[in-house]
T-cell receptor, first 114, second 113 residues
């Protein structure tokens, strides 16, 4: 009964390093999302995948890439990390049935870039 | 364009007092509205949602919200605060065909004994 699982939970990077944040859901959801959360700014959408095989930019996509590996997995990649990307990253998924379906969230990845 | 405004980044109440967290939205089409709660070091959990039908929506942990189209509001209330309600609360909006949510900036609820 895991729901949405994110790995790692914590990471410290140096400027210019790359890394991939992993997300997997076991609820057979079609849609998956990546957000970043910064103090006083709420959650901002980075990328989303409405279904397997599709991805679209959200509000703040610059500096990130995504891969919808299969229906379960949606990864977020930072190619060259910058201090401005220090944040808490959340993955979410939602069931088919339309935009009235709630999103289910993982517990987040806390990323610090020095 | 969709947007959400949450008035008050922090709200303080005493245990047993009424909780009122404000949310106003902007949408050119009928909205779907959501309230989420976030406890420290956790992800967001759904409290309640409004899609269609009854405008007074009841959620978990004794919370409820009323959709008021004329006021473009979806305020969250709870008659009597409990210490365990201390958390951050987010209002979010979507609509048919939008494929995503737009979140407000959040309101941190502080509950004192």
């Amino acid at each position: 009964n895991a729901g949405v699982t994110q790995t790692p939970k914590f990471q410290v990077l140096k400027t210019g390093q790359s890394m991939t944040l992993q997300c997997a859901q076991d609820m057979n959801h079609n849609s998956m999302y990546w957000y970043r959360q910064d103090p006083g700014m709420g959650l901002r959408l980075i990328y989303y995948s409405a279904s397997e095989g599709t991805t679209d930019k959200g509000e703040v996509p610059n500096g990130y890439n995504v891969s919808r590996l299969n229906k379960r997995e949606f990864s977020l990649r930072l190619e060259s990390a910058a201090p401005s990307q220090t944040s808490v990253y959340f993955c979410a998924s939602s069931a088919p049935g339309g935009d009235n379906q709630p999103q289910h969230f993982g517990d987040g990845t806390r990323l610090s870039i020095l | 364009a969709q947007s959400v405004t949450q008035l008050g980044s922090h709200v303080s109440v005493s245990e047993g007092a009424l909780v009122l967290l404000r949310c106003n939205y902007s949408s050119s089409v009928p909205p779907y509205l959501f309230w989420y709660v976030q406890y420290p070091n956790q992800g967001l959990q759904l409290l309640l949602k409004y899609t269609t039908g009854a405008t007074l929506v009841k959620g978990i942990n004794g919370f409820e919200a009323e959709f008021k189209k004329s006021e473009t509001s979806f305020h969250l209330t709870k008659p009597s605060a409990h210490m365990s309600d201390a958390a951050e609360y987010f209002c979010a909006v979507s609509h048919t065909g939008f494929q995503k949510l737009v979140f407000g900036t959040g309101t941190r609820l502080l509950v004192s004994p």
